[in-house]
């Protein structure tokens, strides 16, 4: 058992990094409950952003992600809730973290516990998390995959896990996107990173994340991965 206080009353401020998510595209659509809603490079090209499947309640691969935690469960970049209202029903001490207010209080609506952060702010129990969750695309937060990574190792308790979803393809690009409605009113830009499986082994490797397990279902890709030494 972990010693990591879920930390259930506190409240935070969001990062000045965290704007685009105040954005009101993403604030619309979470508290509609659906899209649409892309990110938008700058080139044109759009990534649907599945909010029907974030806003209802965890599906067979998310389940498939929540049996491989262990412990006191961190979701990184929780939206909504789906993931944390999941792993507290499966007895897990879990806390959310978001740097939308819409996803915050969307997630403590369902009953669980979540903070407005950046995982890059100070949070509850560094250190000290069993598991890390990384889904639905947040391997991606702040566009720099080895940071990303290496603050992930800060905040898991030593040999902790991080489940995480790639890219369901072999990609490795890092780019500014803005969210986007469709119907002309996008967010701020901001940094982000798409990985594939392999790209995502290789950023981790040489931080002391080893791969456990990787398996697909329903179209997606996960990893759990062990952090076996400090860097």
Request: hydrophobic share 40%; glycine share 12%.
């Amino acid at each position: 058992m972990s010693t990591a206080p879920p930390d259930t009353g506190l409240r935070g401020t969001a990062p000045a990094s965290a704007a685009p998510w105040h954005a009101d595209p993403y604030t619309n659509a979470l508290r509609n409950g659906h899209g649409p809603l892309f990110l938008r490079r700058s080139d044109g090209w759009l990534l649907p952003l599945d909010v029907e499947r974030w806003c209802a309640s965890a599906d067979a691969a998310d389940l498939s992600a929540l049996r491989r935690c262990e412990g006191s469960v961190l979701d990184i970049g929780c939206g909504p809730g789906r993931l944390v209202a999941g792993a507290a029903a499966r007895g897990h001490r879990v806390l959310g973290i978001d740097v939308s207010q819409a996803a915050v209080d969307h997630t403590v609506r369902l009953g669980g516990a979540a903070l407005l952060r950046s995982v890059f702010d100070a949070l509850p129990g560094e250190g000290r998390w069993d598991t890390a969750l990384l889904i639905d695309g947040n391997v991606g937060i702040g566009g720099d995959p080895p940071a990303l990574l290496e603050r992930v190792a800060q905040l898991v308790a030593p040999g902790g896990l991080l489940v995480a979803e790639a890219a369901p393809l072999d990609v490795d690009e890092r780019v500014e996107v803005h969210v986007d409605d469709g119907h002309g009113a996008p967010g701020e830009p901001f940094p982000w990173a798409r990985l594939g499986a392999p790209a995502l082994l290789r950023h981790a490797r040489p931080l002391g994340w080893n791969r456990v397990d990787q398996w697909t279902t329903g179209g997606r890709c996960f990893l759990a991965l062990r952090r076996t030494r400090r860097t």
